[in-house]
T-cell receptor
């Protein structure tokens, strides 16, 4: 079935540095990528939606200059947390949508646990 | 606005018993899909079951079935013969209207299966 590979699975970084999270669709073309953030014991909150080759659409309250999303190809989307601070510590999950991906249109990555110290 | 509500933050069930998780939603669309996802401790999101609103028959996947009441906008998940591996957070989800069809999730129900 369709697979989205998300890396890294966990990362610890120092405050003020930037971290890049990658999501790759391995066997289908991800025309749309959704990026979610999840705090412990809470639901998934949509951060942004990106379409291949165009700028991402951010949800209200999400800083686009802090959370840079690039979706330059049909198989790769990246989320870069710039100048990370402890409050950015969270679990980030991507979900890819595209033709022929099964899963009724939504395939999730395995998530990235970001800890900013 | 499209919303999804799960009113049971936590539930527990004895192994081999049956449990039902509740979900209500609001949408102005007539044709839509509804999903139940499972998130075990690994935090990988796993699709449990899907229901198409235009289908009157309730969806079933092995031990998992739904009770879909379109008029009441209710979409509950029944797990039969509960297993320890069913312990997880369960989310009800609805695609938003529009071209992107982003999923909006309920707040989740933490299910614990007791031995």
């Amino acid at each position: 079935g369709a697979v989205v590979s998300q890396h890294p699975s966990w990362v610890i970084c120092k405050s003020g540095t930037s971290v890049k999270i990658e999501c790759r669709s391995l066997d289908f073309q991800a025309t749309t990528m959704f990026w979610y953030r999840q705090f412990p014991k809470q639901s998934l909150m949509l951060m942004a939606t990106s379409n291949e080759g165009s700028k991402a659409t951010y949800e209200q309250g999400v800083e686009k200059d802090k959370f840079l999303i690039n979706h330059a190809s049909l198989t790769l989307s990246t989320l870069t947390v710039t100048s990370a601070h402890p409050e950015d510590s969270s679990f980030y999950i991507c979900s890819a949508q595209g033709a022929g991906n099964g899963n009724y249109g939504y395939t999730f990555g395995s998530g990235t646990r970001l800890t900013v110290v | 606005a499209q919303t999804v509500t799960q009113s049971q933050p936590e539930m527990s069930v004895q192994e081999a018993e049956t449990v039902t998780l509740s979900c209500t939603y609001d949408t102005s669309e007539n044709n839509y899909y509804l999903f139940w996802y499972k998130q075990p401790p690994s935090r990988q999101m796993i699709l449990v079951i899907r229901q198409e609103a235009y289908k009157q028959q309730n969806a079933t996947e092995n031990r998992f079935s739904v009770n879909f009441q379109k008029a009441a906008k209710s979409f509950s998940l029944k797990i039969s013969d509960s297993q320890l591996g069913d312990t997880a957070m369960y989310f009800c989800a609805l695609p938003l209207s529009g071209s992107a069809r982003q999923l909006t999730f309920g707040s989740g129900t933490q299910l614990t299966v007791l031995p």
